[in-house]
């Protein structure tokens, strides 16, 4: 796991979320904060791998970095 | 000295719970060791399942509520008042109506759900919704002389009660327009904040197929930021925008401003260990059904089996012994996919679901099961 020096406004533990899943998680803070806040993710669930920056290229957010380890991953995403 | 366990709500989790513990610790009570108080802002225990059909008037509203005081054990002390503060380091809650404080050796936060439209701007004002009583009531007077137009189905809020209703309401939707000979005049679209029709990959892969076959558009992504309720658009985040004529929204949720402030958890919900349901940040704190935050869906069902496994669990606290009861995610779901037919679900947190073939039978079970919850309410179905 590489280490980021991204700092996250606000931090969403989706790990072991099984329905409905770390993406609605992720989706419901992002409502929540100012515009160009990032909001970290954490996701056990390989399915985040493809869900989340499909997700963030639709609404026209940034996906900064995933930091993947072999537990769970982290996504950094900055609200447009 | 006297062991007090205090729920606070008297929904599903928190009635079966009180009905369970006047069974199971009767003894205790009474020989005076033990109290079981459960108090509810409310006089009544409202079954919220009944509102999916208030729409289409099937069911009255009046049909999902009964004293709390007819439903409860003897046993259980009712106290129908409104908690404005947890103190969980004192072990004691403070009311609206007293006597107080509430002392408490154990408590069961079982506050549930309430809707937040308000999140969004313009929904209360250009949206309806099944998920109350006044909105499903409200629905219900615009559905039934609804004869054209486009009728959307929104998913705005998750996580959200009953995650199978809003599938279930646009294939009853799809059905009961088809009987009436208006199904061609009428639009269904539903719509879903991730990419696939159903939080739950399975689910969501047994639904679609059924949406394209019964002509139910679909929007995916699709997470509303604003509604215009006299343009009757919905604008979203994704940056897309919808018409619509009767919108049925499921409203932003909310837990239990309680639990908020009292440290145990965002929005409402209590962070717990998802198998022995205990609040992380508190001692001697159990949380149940929807207020629980263990990932799995705000339902009747998931209530009722986690108000099982605290029972047991506090029960063997009482007596002494190792807490060894623990939940494993089991949900049960009728999913009605017409107005004469259903599907069933089952799963847990390691076994997916596998939708049943829709059938007449299961149909029946469901409107038979919603007739004999009653019988769950009083802890003995």
């Not at chain 2, 009853?172 to 739950?200: C, K, S």
């Not at chain 2, 149940?288 to 209530?303: C, E, I, M």
């Not at chain 2, 073939?357 to 179905?381: D, I």
């Amino acid at each position: 796991m590489t280490e980021t020096t991204i700092e996250a406004d606000a931090t969403v533990d989706a790990r072991g979320a099984a329905c409905p899943g770390p993406l609605m998680d992720l989706i419901g803070k992002i409502r929540t904060v100012d515009s160009g806040s990032v909001v970290c993710l954490l996701s056990d669930n390989e399915q985040s791998l493809t869900d989340v920056p499909e997700w963030a290229e639709e609404a026209g957010n940034d996906l900064l970095a995933v930091e993947e380890s072999d537990e769970y991953h982290e996504f950094y995403v900055e609200k447009a | 000295m006297t062991e007090h366990v205090v729920i606070v709500g008297g929904g599903t989790g928190g009635t079966v719970l009180a009905n369970d513990l006047a069974d199971r610790l009767a003894a205790e009570i009474d020989s005076g060791d033990v109290r079981v108080t459960l108090v509810n802002d409310g006089p009544d225990h409202v079954y919220k399942p009944v509102w999916l059909y208030v729409p289409f008037g099937q069911r009255e509203p009046s049909d999902g509520r009964r004293p709390l005081a007819d439903l409860l054990d003897d046993r259980v002390e009712l106290r129908v008042d409104r908690v404005t503060d947890i103190d969980t380091e004192a072990q004691r809650l403070h009311s609206m109506e007293g006597p107080d404080p509430i002392e408490y050796d154990y408590l069961v936060l079982a506050t549930g759900s309430t809707l937040a439209p308000d999140e969004i701007p313009g929904l209360e004002e250009g949206g309806h919704d099944f998920y109350s009583e006044s909105g499903a009531a409200a629905l219900r007077e615009e559905l039934l002389s609804f004869t054209e137009g486009h009728l959307v189905l929104s998913v705005v809020g998750s996580p959200h009660m009953c995650p199978a209703a809003p599938l279930e309401f646009v294939f009853m939707a799809d059905d009961w327009f088809r009987e009436r000979g208006l199904r061609e005049d009428v639009d269904i679209t539903y719509t879903y904040p991730i990419q696939r029709v159903h939080g739950n990959p399975h689910i969501a892969e047994w639904a679609q197929p059924i949406m394209e076959d019964r002509d139910i558009a679909v929007e995916t992504f699709f997470n509303a930021e604003t509604v215009d309720p006299e343009a009757q658009t919905i604008a979203t985040m994704e940056g897309s925008e919808l018409e619509y004529d009767l919108l049925a929204a499921i409203p932003p949720h909310r837990g239990s401003e309680l639990v908020v402030e009292a440290g145990l958890g965002e929005r409402g919900w209590v962070e717990v260990d998802k198998h022995t349901l205990e609040a992380e940040a508190a001692e001697d704190v159990y949380a149940l059904g929807d207020t629980a935050d263990t990932g799995v869906p705000k339902a009747g069902s998931v209530a009722h089996y986690q108000a099982g496994v605290v029972a047991r669990r506090l029960a063997s606290e009482i007596r002494g012994r190792p807490a060894t009861a623990t939940y494993d995610g089991k949900t049960l779901c009728f999913v009605e996919t017409g107005m004469d037919a259903a599907s069933f679900v089952e799963f847990d947190y390691e076994n997916p679901p596998s939708p049943a073939p829709p059938s007449q039978k299961l149909h029946w079970s469901k409107l038979a099961y919603n007739e004999s919850y009653w019988l769950t309410a009083r802890g003995l179905l």
